[in-house]
């Protein structure tokens, strides 16, 4: 299996070169996948290598390995993310000056596999002021009770409620770092909200963790309002995720010149990527030209992840492809913030990040009279005074308040909620019927959801996404048009109250925390 030079100089863990009692040490750390450890062939300094005898290697909380154990073993376990501890018999000094240090290994599935890296000799530093961590198991409950303890010394409290929970820390690993307990946020439950989806259909109780009052209110009023009429209709239109390198190139034609060379090796490139994978598809890449700087923007689908990780190592290991095989790069970067992960931007709402779905309803006049005390005449003309508002401040939202629902149902299901940033774009669209009904549709364009991995595997939002039947794999249109219809309904909740002058009072009797 080939691995890209670039990918592979990241197994080294840059600056852990540190000078010891007894010699060096320094980590390596898996960073492209789940592998066995076969056979160390050798370690060198500077282009010699050092004897056998001299190299142990820590493999985990308890477990030393010398060479000779290591290559008689049958294979050790080297998983994503797990750190191995190199130590090493030979007596170096403190330099600012670098060294080479240069491995070669075998391991399944990638086979022989050798690589050279540059770093320092540093001293290593006592743990005394820092933030207490073990690089072999950081999840255990002593080195928990140390950051604990470590915090409330330099705070003026204690910790209670924060040091309650009823996870298992070890299945944080990839989720957390420096972990001492949990945030609690309240969280009520709306509906029931009927959907007609492609994938999502019936009738479904949505939970809402959030502190502010009238929040789960509004939103169940407006649910009730969109049941009356028959439900929400909700439809994925697009999915995709993104990560946007940038070649620098001598010149404009250099950086032309290498979009079309791209463009000719895409099924190659496809191929490097989606090996790290089992899951992500590069479906198409975008190019921009600007000055001499070529911008590549790799779009891929994710399963029924949100992907920003996945795609990130898929696209690290194309470009290591690419840079291997193509000459004239200058420089290269792999992420050029042309993807605007956790950023809203015109892009992503024209092109899609994530998921882009469609909640559209018919609300009859007669029930927006009975229950939100407004005609429709109301509520469209309010929809049509707020566009000059929406122009005028340049928002990328033209609806009301979608980031509401979509923030409260990502705290209660884990999904990555700095991804709100992304997902708070909304398109609002209303007519008038011949009937004198209110023609309702949102389109959200960038919603960025998982119902598998990150967070969503986690205690209580694991529990939330399979009380709605939304957790695991072939669930995430099904999540993500529950998102969609939700944001609906929060809509006309809102644009409701505004319009028939509820909204003070509402959160007067409702929202007082005071």
Known sequence: ???????????????????TEDGLTFMLKNRLKDATLKELKWISLDGEKIPDDKITLQVGPDTLLSVEELNNAQGTDFALKQVITVYLKIDEQISPEKRKIGISFSASPFGKLKFEVEDNVSEATSSNGHIPRDSHDDYGPAVISERQKYFEARASGKINHVGKYSIDPNELKGNIEHFIGVAQVPMGIAGPLKIDGEYAKGEFVVPLATTEGTLVASYNRGMKLLNMSGGVKATVVDDAMQRAPVFVFSDARG??????????????????????????????????????????????????????NMVGRATFAACGWILDHYDGIENFYLESNFATDKKASQINIMRTRGKRVTAEATIKREHLLSVMRVDPKQIDYHGRVAGVGSFLSGVNNTGLHSPNGITAMFIATGQDVANVSES?????????????????????????????????????QRECLELMDCYGRDRVYKFAEIVGAVALAGEISLASAISSSDWVSSHEQYGRNR
């Open 1 to 19: 299996m080939f691995v890209p030079s670039i990918l592979l100089k990241q197994l080294y863990t840059h600056g852990s070169l540190k000078k």
């Open 255 to 308: 950086a032309r010149d290498f979009v079309a060379w791209v463009q000719k090796n895409i099924d190659t490139i496809r191929e490097e990527a989606e090996a790290t994978s089992s899951v992500a598809k590069l479906t198409y890449i975008d190019h921009f030209l600007s000055n001499k700087f070529a911008f590549l923007r790799f779009n891929y689908r994710t399963g029924d992840a949100a992907g920003q």
């Open 424 to 460: 708070s774009a909304a398109i609002m669209y209303s007519e008038l019927t011949d009937e004198g009904d209110l023609y309702l549709s949102i389109t959200i364009p960038s919603l960025i959801v998982a119902t598998y991995g990150g967070g969503t595997g986690i205690g209580t």
